[in-house]
């Protein structure tokens, strides 16, 4: 893709329909770390230092929001805030007392911060697609949670096949 945000970008689908469409980037970290989002939001955090969650950039869009990216197995689901399941063991979640469970030691063990989203509009993600800019791949725990931030844009290329070199933008290629 030619724009600079999403040139090699692993986002990872949370919801497609008939209105549009949004996504979180997977592989975007920021300069963050978990205890600065706790402040921010006024959470009390004790258990702070044995947190290693990332912080990640999910998108251009609102990057002030906040989601959390989280295996959700065998954990309880939050009675408040917007929870979405993404496949069997996948699911985030707006709820500001999961992210209060995590700063204390009882929320999932495995979980990512993700500020900001991706978003399409009605058909727009379809166009993209039509035109070569995305390569999707099937929804895949380890690339979500068992792979290095940095080299997850390769790994799900590699899921594929798909040797990161010999990608090209489709566009310059036909020119």
Aim: glycine fraction near 12%; charged fraction near 20%; hydrophobic fraction near 40%.
């Amino acid at each position: 893709m030619r724009c600079p945000f999403f040139n090699h970008t692993l986002v990872l689908l949370i919801d497609h329909g008939h209105e549009g469409s949004f996504g979180f980037v997977v592989n975007r970290m920021t300069d963050l770390d978990m205890g600065f989002v706790f402040r921010e939001v006024g959470v009390d955090a004790e258990a702070t230092a044995t947190i290693d969650a990332p912080v990640l950039l999910g998108g251009p869009v609102s990057p002030e929001s906040g989601w959390i990216l989280y295996d959700a197995e065998g954990v309880p689901q939050p009675s408040t805030g917007r929870t979405i399941a993404v496949g069997d063991r996948i699911a985030c979640s707006a709820s500001l007392e999961l992210l209060q469970r995590i700063a204390r030691g009882d929320g999932p063990d495995t979980c990512a911060m993700v500020l900001g989203y991706a978003g399409w509009g009605e058909g727009q993600l379809e166009s993209e697609m039509k035109e070569g800019s995305w390569i999707p791949v099937d929804l895949n725990y380890t690339l979500v949670f068992g792979t290095p931030v940095e080299t997850r844009w390769e790994a799900a290329l590699a899921t594929l096949g798909i040797d990161p070199a010999h990608v090209v933008d489709s566009r310059i290629a036909s020119a």
